[in-house]
């Protein structure tokens, strides 16, 4: 069936690091794929999103781009703050709703 | 814009009492939904409705109820709480305009002893 996979965590970073975190999922046709973010004692919030094949969304310096022929969508970024600490949820638009990942937690160290 | 709103932010409640959990958007969009999320755990979709009147089972529906009378509220019903029920409790919302992204409420923390 429809299914989101990210990579198990918890990940531990060091401050400036370089970050992937693998996302891939199984559907039906191309859907719109996001990333959303968790920081502690909050609700979900989006931080980047694309809705077509080979599209990248991008924002606070986090990339993901939609790769079809993987059915992939991995986040990364270039140098990791402490401030990135947060749980990360990588889901796909399914039939009138969102099929999200199990998360990811993220912890920065300075 | 307010966005999504939940009331209240903590509940504690005893085995067996009733409470509603309140969700209110101001972005007339058509879809909310319900979701739990118990510690250290993902997402699990309570219900959602994709319009006023209707309304549709998620994943774990047992034990909740739901109603939508206007677009703007989808209230959550817990008739008997029961332990297995303490969790956050997130309501969010979305149209079609924005492509399915999801906005989120603060959550309800609710603990049943």
């Known amino acids: 069936g429809n299914s989101v996979t990210q990579m198990e965590g918890p990940v531990t970073l060091s401050e400036e690091a370089f970050l992937t975190i693998n996302c891939t999922y199984t559907a039906t046709g191309y859907p719109s794929l996001f990333w959303y973010v968790q920081y502690p004692g909050e609700g979900l919030q989006l931080l980047l999103k694309?809705?077509?094949?080979?599209d990248k969304g991008s924002n606070k310096g986090f990339e993901a781009t939609y790769r079809k022929e993987t059915t992939s969508f991995h986040l990364e970024k270039g140098s990791v703050q402490v401030s990135d600490s947060a749980v990360y949820f990588c889901a796909y638009q399914g039939a009138q709703k969102l099929v999200f990942g199990q998360g990811t937690r993220l912890t920065i160290n300075p | 814009n307010a966005g999504v709103t939940q009331t209240p932010k903590f509940r504690i409640l005893k085995i067996g009492q009733s409470m509603t959990l309140q969700c209110t958007q101001d972005m007339n969009h058509n879809y909310m939904y319900w979701y739990r999320q118990d510690p250290g755990m993902g997402l699990k979709l309570i219900y959602y409705?994709?319009?006023?009147?209707?309304?549709d089972k998620g994943e774990v529906p047992n034990g909740y109820n739901v109603s939508r009378s206007t677009t703007e509220d989808f209230p959550l019903r817990l008739e008997l709480a029961a332990p297995s029920q303490t969790s956050v409790y997130f309501c969010a919302s979305t149209g079609i305009a924005n492509s399915y992204e999801q906005y989120f409420g603060p959550g309800t923390r609710l603990t049943v002893t």
């Open positions: 409705s994709v319009g006023a009147g209707i309304t």
């Open positions: 694309a809705t077509k094949a080979d």
